[in-house]
């Protein structure tokens, strides 16, 4: 059973930074395709990042590139997220997002994900 649970979000001014980070159990540390999404109420689920647990470029949504960075631990049993220069439109609970087992195909197609509860980020102008 993949567990997934996700921390550091709060409230921050505009312009402000978090460090979120996520805590995996059960996962591929090897070949498996993890991320971090956000949701903003009343829109649809929207990716920030991914990468393969084994390595690799890291594919940003182009709403963040740049001032967000993804990362993981040594070990691989956690994985991060670095939210810079936030702004009001970041306003969302973000989401770490991983298979049960190894992703085959192309990381950036895959949906097979086991979700957190999400983390919620909330900046204010």
């Known amino acids: 059973q993949v567990e997934l649970v996700e921390s550091g979000g709060g409230s921050v001014q505009d312009g402000g930074s978090l460090r979120l980070s996520c805590v995996m159990s059960?996962?591929?540390?090897?070949?498996?395709?993890v991320g971090w999404f956000r949701q903003a109420p009343g829109k649809e689920r929207e990716m920030v990042a991914r990468?393969?647990?084994?390595?690799?470029?890291?594919f940003y949504g182009v709403s963040v590139r740049g001032r967000f960075t993804a990362s993981q631990d040594t070990v691989r049993t956690k994985i991060g997220l670095e939210v810079n220069r936030l702004k009001p439109e970041d306003n969302a609970k973000f989401y770490c997002?991983?298979?049960?087992?190894?992703?085959?195909?192309?990381?950036?197609?895959?949906?097979?994900?086991?979700w957190g509860q999400g983390t919620p980020v909330t900046v204010s102008s």
């Open positions: 990468f393969w647990t084994g390595g690799g470029s890291i």
């Open positions: 997002a991983a298979p049960e087992g190894k992703t085959y195909g192309q990381c950036l197609t895959e949906n097979d994900f086991h």
């Open positions: 059960h996962v591929s540390f090897s070949t498996g395709c």
